[in-house]
């Protein structure tokens, strides 16, 4: 499985914006890149992905490096519920039963 | 809104005692996963499920684990003689269609499981 590095953690202040980065400099043609997120005491919850152009939806935008080694999450403008583990994932290949693999992702403290 | 979910919340058990979860997934999905957090750590796959089989299997998943289908709607994880080291949230997941297609697993709340 492709590597990611996150940070292990980061801190913001509410409603200001939040970007989150994630390095995957062996990344593969054929690989997605996946954001989720976990919030306390919950299960995992996806947040967006993207192949290589730039994704938005209501939760956030994926802004991706042109060489696709990297890329970044961006909370637009964040509040005490984006408080959570983001984790960024790689998958690819062919399409199947094709876990995710979670690292430790950055904890994100959002401050009052 | 569509969700998987999960029973027990909760389970405390003592050491060497058989184990099932269970895992209500989305209705129309095809692909489905058991994953575990031990307390403090990260998200561990465990095993994942398709077309009523395993697809594959983490080194975690031993000969002390097995899944099952057993209805067309459930999705069981049991665990056969439950050791310390179980004791962790397990979460069930599930999704539609390609994962690089539709990018969402969704998951349930979890299992919580003590062994004591």
């Known amino acids: 499985d492709a590597k990611t590095t996150q940070p292990n953690s980061m801190e913001s202040n509410e409603e200001e914006p939040v970007h989150l980065p994630c390095n995957h400099s062996t990344i593969s043609g054929t690989d997605y890149i996946h954001w989720y997120r976990q919030l306390p005491s919950q299960g995992p919850e996806y947040v967006i992905h993207g192949l290589t152009s730039n994704v938005n939806n209501r939760m956030a935008s994926l802004a991706i490096a042109e060489d696709r080694k990297s890329s970044t999450l961006i909370l637009h403008r964040a509040t005490l519920r984006d408080a959570a583990v983001y984790y960024c994932i790689l998958s690819g290949g062919p399409q199947g039963a094709q876990k995710l693999v979670f690292g430790q992702g950055t904890r994100l403290t959002i401050n009052p | 809104e569509p969700e998987v979910t999960q029973t027990p919340s909760h389970q405390v058990t003592q050491m060497g005692q058989e184990v099932i979860l269970r895992c209500v997934p989305i209705s129309n999905h095809l692909y489905f996963y058991w994953y575990r957090q031990i307390l403090g750590q990260k998200v561990e796959f465990l095993v994942s499920f398709y077309n009523n089989e395993i697809s594959e299997k983490s080194e975690i998943f031993d000969d002390q684990f097995s899944v099952e289908r057993p209805d067309g709607s459930n999705f069981t994880l049991k665990i056969r003689s439950t050791k310390l080291e179980d004791s962790a949230m397990y979460f069930c997941?599930?999704?539609?269609?390609?994962?690089?297609?539709?990018?969402?697993?969704?998951f349930g709340e979890g299992s919580r499981l003590t062994v004591l």
């Open positions: 997941a599930s999704r539609s269609e390609g994962l690089a297609r539709t990018g969402e697993l969704f």
